[in-house]
Structures are given as C-alpha cells and as structure tokens.
C-alpha cells in the first residue's frame, strides 16, 4: 500500500483558486493510476481528475476547463491545480493512487468556497 499525504486546502472566495499536492511514499511511476476524489458529507465520493501511468489525464465535464491534474516525478508528487473555484466546489478532497491493483487514499484535505 502506497502512504498518500494531501495540502493545499484551504477557504477561498468564489472565483479563486487552489493548488492541491499529493504526495507519495513511493514512485508515482510505478502507480497504474492517480487520482483527485471528492466527497461531501451524505454523498458518494466523486472522481475530479486522473491521470494514468502514461500520463493520460481525465478530467469530468463538471470540472473540465477548471480543473488540471500534473505530476512531478521526481518528486513523486501529483497536483489539482483549481481555478474559478465555485461554492459548489466544497468539499474534502482525496488523492487516490492504485498500486498492484491494490487502491490507496490520503488522509483528505478540506477546500471551502465562500460565496
């Protein structure tokens, strides 16, 4: 299992932004998959973006366009970089890694939007 720690959350007003960093005990090279997930209370954890082994990137309609996702390999590192941030947007943010098939999470990382 991979250890995973998020930062960069935090409060910000409507239309702001926020950069997220993931990182991680082990290459993120040898990952199949990483992962941005969020989650508010009463409602199922939503996939924000992805990018895979290859360096393919996957960003949901309801963020594309606000939303990217990036590595840094050598520092084993993957970041959400959040612009035009809405109220909607809040929520506790997790970094989601699969390694050997096996998925592992960070401690998540609060953002709040003001209106």
């Known amino acids: 299992q991979v250890h995973l720690v998020e930062s960069g959350g935090g409060l910000v007003q409507t239309g702001g932004s926020l950069s997220l960093s993931c990182s991680a005990s082990t290459s993120i090279l040898s990952m199949k998959n990483m992962a941005w997930y969020r989650q508010v209370p009463g409602k199922e954890r939503e996939l924000v973006a992805l990018?895979?082994?290859?360096?393919?990137?996957m960003i949901p309609d309801s963020v594309k366009g606000r939303f990217t996702i990036s590595r840094d390999n050598a520092k084993n590192t993957v970041y959400l970089q959040m612009n035009n941030l809405k109220p909607e947007d809040t929520a506790v943010y997790y970094c989601?890694?699969?390694?050997?098939?096996?998925?592992?999470w960070g401690q998540g990382t609060q953002v709040t939007v003001s209106s």
């Open positions: 990018i895979t082994q290859e360096g393919l990137k």
């Open positions: 989601n890694a699969i390694l050997n098939g096996v998925p592992s």
